[in-house]
């Protein structure tokens, strides 16, 4: 079974910094595109970054220059480098992988179970 573990939410003041972290785990042949997404409360799951296994990057307007995506493949871990927060990135963050088993030819997309983050203004 393959598992993704996100880690580092929590409450931040407003302007203030976080490091979210996704862990994936399990019989894992390889792992192509990594993303995190997150959804607040009654609005729809949307884009926050992705990034590829060659490193390769693409973010949501909202968060442009703010937020920085990074990847260590050997370690099978994402990062989310959160900075400038605001009240409106309050939300369930949730990272996906797009993940092939060692006993399959293709890929399957999997997701964590979610971090909260809660900016205070």
């Known amino acids: 079974q393959v598992r993704l573990v996100e880690s580092g939410g929590g409450l931040v003041q407003a302007g203030g910094s976080l490091r979210l972290s996704c862990a994936a785990s399990?019989?894992?042949?390889?792992?192509?595109?990594m993303g995190w997404y997150r959804q607040a409360p009654g609005k729809q799951r949307e884009l926050v970054a992705t990034?590829?296994?060659?490193?390769?990057?693409n973010y949501g307007d909202s968060v442009k220059g703010r937020f920085t995506i990074s990847r260590d493949n050997a370690e099978k871990t994402m990062y989310l480098q959160m900075n400038s927060l605001e009240p409106e990135d309050t939300a369930v963050y949730y990272c996906?992988?797009?993940?092939?088993?060692?006993?399959?030819?293709?890929?399957?997309?999997?997701w964590g179970q979610g971090t909260q983050v809660t900016v205070s203004s």
């Open positions: 990034i590829t296994s060659g490193g390769n990057s």
């Open positions: 996906s992988a797009n993940v092939r088993k060692a006993t399959l030819a293709y890929y399957q997309t999997y």
């Open positions: 399990g019989s894992i042949q390889s792992i192509n595109t």
